[in-house]
Nanobody, 128 residues
Framework: QVQLVESGGGLVQAGGSLRLSCAVSGETFSLHALGWFRQTPGKERAFVASISWSGDTTVYADSVKGRFTMSRDAAKNTVYLQMNNLKSEDTAVYYC?????????????????????WGQGTQVTVSS
């Protein structure tokens, strides 16, 4: 089993910054990729960013490119989402997700159905 616990959400003014963390625990010895998604009421969950097992490959949604940065600390088994220049449209519940990638350490994934494990989410609210 795999557990994911997000933290770092909160209320911030437009133009401000937040850093989300996702602590990963459990049976994660195999290669895996991680992703961040977000969801607002009445809308489907949307892709934000993904990082490969090796950490050398990242991909971002167009809406956050240049403002958000995803990184991972293998020693701490934690991934981060640094969010800068936040906008009101970034308000959402942010979820961390993991999928195993036994054949590749450089793969990233952008579709939520490709991920097997999910955290409980952390609320980010950006006031304008």
């Amino acid at each position: 089993q795999v557990q994911l616990v997000e933290s770092g959400g909160g209320l911030v003014q437009a133009g401000g910054s937040l850093r989300l963390s996702c602590a990963v625990s459990g049976e994660t010895f195999s290669l895996h990729a991680l992703g961040w998604f977000r969801q607002t009421p009445g809308k489907e969950r949307a892709f934000v960013a993904s990082i490969s097992w090796s950490g050398d490959t990242t991909v971002y949604a167009d809406s956050v490119k240049g403002r958000f940065t995803m990184s991972r600390d293998a020693a701490k088994n934690t991934v981060y989402l640094q969010m800068n220049n936040l906008k009101s449209e970034d308000t959402a519940v942010y979820y961390c997700a993991l999928r195993f990638t036994p054949k590749s350490g450089s793969s990233v994934y952008t579709a939520d159905h490709e991920y097997r494990y999910w955290g409980q989410g952390t609320q980010v609210t950006v006031s304008s």
